[in-house]
């Protein structure tokens, strides 16, 4: 195995590969998907690729001078753009570093690449300072971009970009990764992939250091009360004290746990043979029983619009509030 083994992703590798061989190498590629199932790692992927010195039929060596660089992260040709502030967005001062660097020749390749992760945290005028090299890119120059969601992203870049879906790996691809590339015991892997299943990512930042420990009990407490029909416990559950870059971060997490325990109790509600998903296949299961598919299917809706306000910076309180109304 070298630095660019890729769990549950053949068919990403596959349209990469097939991309490399044609040589109509798109100068935009966006790789979109939810957090943990290894976009930027798909994304350097791609970068080594493109200038790997022992390209065999569109298949990445990944152990030549420029894929090991990649993988090191020191490679002069392949920047990685930064996000800037409390806010942790690419600014305008960024965009305009960026177009006006990639008119400048590569240094030790033919191709000057160039990797936003998390691209949806720009605004729309830092977007528009970057349309014109992603409209007329200099010769060499390619872009390549992360989301959560394609629909943040200006559709004049869009409309010029490769979009390739990442999706989470099959648990059993998992649960291999984390046998052969972790030290963590047994039974903790176990839990993890009971909570977050193909995504690598997300258990790996679970096993690391407990990270989403706080939001899983937070949406499970808010999968009881819509069980319960109790909105005050749901109110508290999902309560932030304050409105910061933060706090939205994590009740999106806490969202989108809990999109993801609906969705399974939706699937459960079609068939028992589901594939679970969610933190809480339990509480799926009994709420499932108690609610009909189109009650499920109008609080998932409810609850994929209050975490698309918070992506729009929207009052936790109010977020909350609505969602509330919505579903009690």
């Known amino acids: 195995m070298n630095e660019f083994t890729i769990y549950g992703k053949d068919n990403v590798v596959k ?43 569109g298949v990445l060596c990944g152990v030549c001078r420029q894929c090991k660089r990649v993988a090191a992260n020191i490679h002069p040709d392949v920047i ?59 010769g060499g120059a390619v872009f390549i971009f992360t989301v959560t ?38 039974a903790a892997v176990k839990k993890a992939l009971s909570v977050f299943h193909g995504n690598i990512g997300e258990g790996l930042a679970y096993l690391k250091n407990g990270c989403h420990s706080e939001e899983i009990n937070r949406a499970v407490r808010a999968a009881d009360a819509v069980l319960d029909g109790n909105e005050y416990d749901f109110n508290t559950a999902l309560f932030e004290s304050s409105d910061t870059v933060e706090s939205r971060a994590r009740l999106r997490k806490i969202l989108t746990l809990e999109e993801k ?40 809706d409810s609850i994929t619009e209050a975490i698309s306000g918070l992506s729009y910076n929207t009052n936790t309180s109010l977020v909350i509030a609505a969602l509330a109304a919505d579903i009690f």
């Open 261 to 300: 325990i609906i969705r399974d109790a939706i699937i459960f509600s079609e068939t028992a043979k589901a594939d679970f998903i969610g933190c809480y296949p339990d509480g799926a299961k009994k709420i499932s029983a108690k609610f009909s598919v189109r009650r499920l299917a109008a609080i998932y």
């Open 149 to 186: 969601d394609t629909s943040k992203i200006l559709p004049t870049i869009l409309s010029r970009a490769v979009v390739v879906n990442v999706f989470p790996a099959a648990e059993s691809e998992a649960e291999q990764f984390f046998y052969y590339n972790t030290d963590f015991d047994k």
């Open 80 to 138: 990685t753009a930064e996000r800037s502030g409390k806010s942790q967005i690419y600014t305008r001062d960024t965009m305009r570093e960026i177009t006006e660097d990639c008119y400048i020749k590569p240094n030790d390749t033919d191709r000057k690449i160039y990797i936003f992760p998390d691209f949806e945290n720009t605004d729309v005028v830092s977007q528009n300072l970057l349309l014109k090299v992603v409209e007329e890119p200099p």
């Open 15 to 57: 349209k990469l590969s097939m991309m490399s061989r044609s040589g109509r190498t798109p100068h935009t590629v966006i790789f979109s998907g939810e957090s943990g199932v290894g976009k930027l790692t798909c994304a350097k992927f791609f970068a080594a690729l493109l200038i790997c010195e022992n390209p065999a039929d």
